[in-house]
């Protein structure tokens, strides 16, 4: 079974930058996709960023040139830099394996880890 566990949440001022790690176990990582996605309170879950076994790489509009999404295979982890916060990037921010294609939407991804919390202060 799949196990993710992300970190690296915090709070930070607007403007700064965090990075956000994922750690996977129980099957090969290399060979799944993954994503992360956000929730902000009182929204839908929204798609940030995934990469694929091949490390190509697919970003939300709202973060593309600012948030860097990569994957170290050797360390069973995948990585979210998240530069240039701003406070509308507030949100709990979960990773999420798929043994399928990479994918924006997240009924495609069958694993998901608990999130971790991220607020940016204006």
């Known amino acids: 079974q799949v196990q993710l566990v992300e970190s690296g949440g915090g709070l930070v001022q607007a403007g700064g930058s965090l990075r956000l790690s994922c750690a996977f176990s129980g099957r090969t990582f290399s060979t799944y996709a993954m994503g992360w996605f956000r929730q902000a309170p009182g929204k839908e879950r929204e798609f940030v960023a995934a990469?694929?076994?091949?490390?190509?790489?697919l970003y939300a509009g709202s973060v593309k040139g600012r948030f860097t999404i990569s994957r170290d295979n050797a360390k069973n982890t995948v990585f979210l830099q998240m530069n240039s916060l701003k406070p509308e990037d507030t949100a709990v921010y979960s990773c999420?394996?798929?043994?399928?294609?990479?994918?924006?939407?997240?009924?495609?991804?069958?694993?998901w880890g608990q999130g971790t919390q991220v607020t940016v202060s204006s």
């Open positions: 990469i694929s076994w091949l490390s190509t790489t």
């Open positions: 999420a394996a798929s043994g399928g294609n990479m994918r924006n939407d997240g009924s495609f991804y069958p694993y």
